[in-house]
């Protein structure tokens, strides 16, 4: 079964970029379609962007498409969320999580789940 461990969190102004990253150890990890999910304070998981297993087919919440960015190398065992024009409802803390059953973006199909990385957006 893979670990994940995420990167690249921080504190940015508005309208300013961040890229996350996400690491899988210690399985096959072309073996997982890949999401992203975030969680603000006092609210439940939210959907961000998910990937298929070969990197060929993205998906992405209403909320995050045209500015979030999703992609996977898989030699490198590594998902990547490129976030871009970024907005303070955007600060939360982001989990990678990884699936291992029908590609999906609905948080009870995920089975592998890391710590998470906080993002913040200042106004």
């Not at 997982?32 to 998910?50: C, D, L, N």
């Not at 209403?62 to 303070?88: C, E, H, W």
Request: aromatic share 12%; net charge positive; charged share 15%.
């Amino acid at each position: 079964q893979v670990q994940l461990v995420e990167s690249g969190g921080g504190l940015v102004q508005a309208g300013g970029s961040l890229r996350l990253s996400c690491a899988a150890s210690g399985g096959t990890f072309s073996r997982y379609f890949m999401g992203w999910f975030r969680q603000a304070p006092g609210k439940e998981h939210e959907f961000v962007a998910s990937i298929s297993r070969s990197g060929g087919s993205t998906r992405y919440a209403d909320s995050t498409k045209g500015r979030f960015t999703i992609s996977r190398d898989n030699a490198k065992n590594t998902v990547y969320l490129q976030m871009d024009s970024l907005k303070p409802e955007d600060t939360a803390v982001y989990y990678c999580a990884a699936g291992s059953g029908g590609f999906s973006n609905l948080y009870p199909s995920y089975d592998i789940w890391g710590q998470g990385t906080q993002v913040t957006v200042s106004s």
